[in-house]
């Protein structure tokens, strides 16, 4: 009797463990990572507001916190940091006008589409109108800061590394990335070539590129020379440094676009083509209405990681050019680190929230306009 | 004219034709040459004395200069070598172990995340951030941390069975990946003060403990979001097959799930190596002397009589060389053919 029951209890007990098991699938598989996340990620987030809204400063025996309410953001939109903020305002251009009434009416046109459908609700036409206006104020301020007599801020420079780099780096990946696959003697050098960039810590880029773009003990010394710039210095010339800073990132962070979208090309299935070919398309037919729909999903997320961490480049300015001439290579991210350096832990904090409403602002326009309608078919 | 037709035809699926394999070699040469030329000029900058780089460019080792040894000896078996093998070894640890976790949770919440439907509560969440704010509060006012957190934790519970119930509002899973990828949107320099205190009061500075837990944390949005698509590709009708043949959830994920997806999951693996391989910022911070990296001692070699060039070059090189082999190691595990051997079978 006994010798059954512990046969049998064992078992159930067993069966009934595995059930729960079961059960709770869904739970096992998210928490850790949530948990690890959230233990990480809100003691850091409601420290840093709390110090975007407050004036840090040493007294006698240790500091002080003193709460100044929104002192800081006022400064850094309407105050003494505004120009280094935003930027110099010029008036536009005739083409800058055009662009603007072209955006303008671009966003008009939307709006009044989605306020005459029939399944629009009242927090869609809300959230689509904020929408609208933050991104003209985006498009004003572009054009204003980057016509004849303007001088763009660390918000537009970042606004242009990232827009730019991301650009770039995807066409480039991808380009790259279709090359490989293809069976050529050789591929697996290039693939492994091709990775090195970004295995180098970024200090380390940032220093290798102040090597290179050295115009009198750098390699390109002759070439400097044969174009009639021998004594020329990127650091006087704003776009020249904004373009080496660029060119640093681009060669950087190009891999990390290859090597994603090379696993993507990889994994696609192999039949779908296979079946198109002996339908007779051709190899552009293919990639265009094959290869493109099963790798967008990955490339949306590609582009979205590679935004959220490009609008934190930091090292490449830092090194490189120290922000300079002036600040027109200096992105939002080192101006906060130099306000943090100079112990303005508010005001850094301040630009870190300012960074982080845009960027979630950006990304969740980019999540819900883009990659819902591509990755997740809604 | 049949010569010439089969110099443009495609020899096979993914075969090139002869001429679209000549432009294909210009095109991945020129790359490679861009790619290669920053890290020959690393190389021959390392075998450069002081002098031969302030001089000007100098190009060929034996030629234009004489190659010495010089900086090699003094960061690996001179002057340096104790403060490149401590930070050498910390980084290998730090990296691979927080790489690795960071892999399993969050291959295993990119998982959950495609093939369950979570439906987080709003005011179970609001309840949440409330008295988590409250306990913050009252940290700062002097509360000692212990009696606060359980306060809070009472706290939320009472209001979850009480109010929470009351907002039947949910979220889903598409809010669950947002806010997690939301949470590197933060630029370090205003995590890192935070992070210190954090680990300050757990008696966690300067260890490598903190650095893998910070790194897992940082890497694991990542993480999260990459394998979701990969995720996404692959078919559920396997997994639908497996389930009616008795297999557990767990198995069907390590057993189906996990080698369809190993060529996204190899190349996330090397991202996020190579992330915690090279941070700078939060490792400035959290470590001092024994928990040190090597992009510290890369950073370092900018003292006050300007960078060091050649030492930096060779701490550079000596850096990247174990992640080059991870690379070659891993790189034919990104090999086509899987799925569909898979569905076939």
Known sequence: MQAERALENPNGRWHRLSEWAERMAGNVFIWPAVLVVLFLSIFPLIISLYLSLSRFKFVKGGFEIKFVGLAN????????????????????????????????????????RYARRETRSLGGLVGRILSAAILSFGVWLLVCTLSKGGRPGTL????????????????????????????????????????????????????????????DKGPFRPIWQAMGLGLFSWVNDPWGARAAVMIGDIWQWTPFMFIVLLAALEGQSVELIEAALVDGANRWQIFWSITLPQILPVSTTLILIRMIEAFKIVDLPNVLTNGGPGTATESLTLQAYISWRSLDLGGSAAIAYLLLLMVTFIGMAYVNLIRSRVAEGG | MEAMQRLFQRRSLHRPSPVGMALSYTMLGTWALVVLFPLYWLLVTSFKL????????????????????????????????????????????????????????????????????????????????????????????????????????????????????????????????????????????????????????????????????????????IVVWLMRDYFQTIPIELEECAAIDGASRYRIFWAIVVPLALPGLVATFLFVLVFAWNEYLLSLFLSSSRAQTLPLTVA??????????????????????????????????????????????
Not at chain 1, 81 to 98: N, V
Not at chain 2, 60 to 89: C, M, Q
Not at chain 2, 177 to 197: D, E, G, H, K, T
């Open chain 2, 50 to 221: 002081p002098v031969d780089v302030n001089m000007g460019p100098f190009y060929l080792p034996g030629v234009d200069f004489k190659p010495s040894l010089h900086a090699w000896e003094y960061i690996l078996v001179g002057d340096l070598s104790n403060d490149t093998i401590r930070p050498y070894i910390n980084t290998v640890i730090v990296a691979l172990t927080s790489a690795s976790l960071a892999l399993i949770l969050g291959t295993a919440a990119a998982y959950g995340l495609t093939r369950f439907q979570y439906r987080p509560r709003l005011g179970a969440i609001l309840c949440f951030i409330g008295c988590l704010a409250l306990a913050i509060i009252a940290v700062t006012l002097g509360a000692p941390w212990q009696i606060a957190l359980v306060v809070a934790l009472v706290l939320f519970v009472i209001l979850l069975q009480t109010i929470g119930k009351r907002f039947q509002r949910s979220l889903g899973n598409r809010d669950i990946a947002f806010w997690l990828i939301s949470q590197r949107m933060l630029p370090p320099v205003a995590v890192v003060i935070p992070i210190y205190v954090l680990f300050q009061r757990l008696h966690l500075l300067d260890t490598r403990t903190a650095l893998i837990i910070t790194y897992l944390a940082s890497n694991l949005p």
């Open chain 1, 156 to 215: 537009v420079v970042t606004l242009i590394y990232v827009f730019v780099g991301i650009i770039v780096q995807y066409l480039l990946g991808l380009g790259l990335a279709v090359l490989t696959t293809q069976q050529l003697p050789g591929r697996r050098f290039f693939r492994v070539v091709f990775l090195l960039p970004m295995m180098i810590t970024p200090v380390g880029v940032a220093y290798v590129f102040r090597m290179l773009t050295d115009t």
């Open chain 2, 300 to 345: 370092a070699q900018n003292a006050t009589r300007g960078p060091q060039w050649w030492y930096m070059s060779v701490l550079i090189l000596i850096m990247i060389v174990p992640v080059i082999a991870m690379a070659i190691a891993l790189e034919r595990y990104i090999a086509r053919g899987l799925l569909v051997g898979a569905i076939k079978g």
């Open chain 1, 73 to 112: 953001y006022a400064k850094l939109l309407f105050g003494s940091e505004r120009t280094h903020f935003l930027g110099l305002l010029a008036t536009p251009s005739p083409l800058g006008w055009l662009v603007l009434a072209v955006v303008a009416a671009f966003l008009l046109r939307s709006l009044v």
